[in-house]
């Protein structure tokens, strides 16, 4: 009879310590480091250095506006590599921002002048190479442009020489003089293949020759808008900056860009005259 009493005793308190409302739960040790992972990331997505934009490249010209070069936009913190300015000397010429500005461009001109030096410097040997084949041939092909005097000479000195064997073998009754089959004062007018072949390579190496002599001066351009003199930062900063509106004014890289096709056309017309010939 004990045992039931036992049993409806702790039904009771059995059922009021499972409805207690549970203590709160401390966070994991995992925790902490997941909230830090999500923090870090968000300051790394919110501070993650964006790239500039460029347009595509139309046979390696670019689009108006269009940068030539991908470069990344820094987040250094100039506010702690350069001392703060005093007071109402933020813009002097030894100022942070001028400092800042050098740094900068020093950076940005690098990846701008390394591209552009490398494919100048590939495109200045090649259109060396080229010049020189296109010009053997063409020294070749153009002396088919006058009249060869030489195997007229000769052809003419051919039938002198048959008609004086026929002389002296007694046939001079029978012989049939006809005229010459070459005619030194005729004009002579060359075949309309040899003038196709002959301009198309003219043109191609003219283009050839063109291409060279504008990576010479583009090269020559760059080392002058590199070569940024001694001074302050102020005016280091105000030369640099006058210097590339002046390859902006002059559309340097445009031109630069225009250099691979005027070589392109340059091997087409010369693969076309080689058909020709």
Known sequence: MSDPEVSNDSTPLQNSINSAPAPPSEPGPSTPAVQASGA????????????VSTGQPFFGVLKQGANY??????????????PEDPYGEETAPNARVWRTLVEEAAAFDAVFVGQARDGLDVML?????????????LVQVSQSLQADYTAMSAILLYDLVAIQLSIAEGA??????????????????????????????????TASLVVALSAVLVKQWLHHYTSIPSG??????????????????????????????????????????????
Not at 182 to 202: C, E, H
């Open 40 to 51: 870090q990331e968000s300051i790394t997505n919110s501070t993650a250095a964006p790239q």
């Open 125 to 137: 040997v090649f259109a060396g190479l080229f010049s020189a084949v296109v010009t053997s041939f």
């Open 69 to 82: 070069y991908q470069h990344p936009v820094f987040n250094d913190n100039y506010e702690e590599r350069f």
């Open 172 to 205: 001079s009754s029978q012989l049939n003089i006809t005229a010459p089959s070459v005619n030194p004062m005729q004009t002579f007018r060359p075949d309309s293949i040899t003038v196709w072949v002959n301009g198309l390579w003219v043109v191609s190496l």
């Open 232 to 277: 302050t930062p102020g005016a280091r900063s105000h030369l640099r900056q006058y210097r590339f509106i002046g390859l902006q004014k002059w559309r340097v890289s445009i031109i630069i860009g225009l250099l691979p096709i005027v070589m392109h056309t340059s091997l087409a017309l010369f693969l076309a005259g080689l058909m020709l010939f």
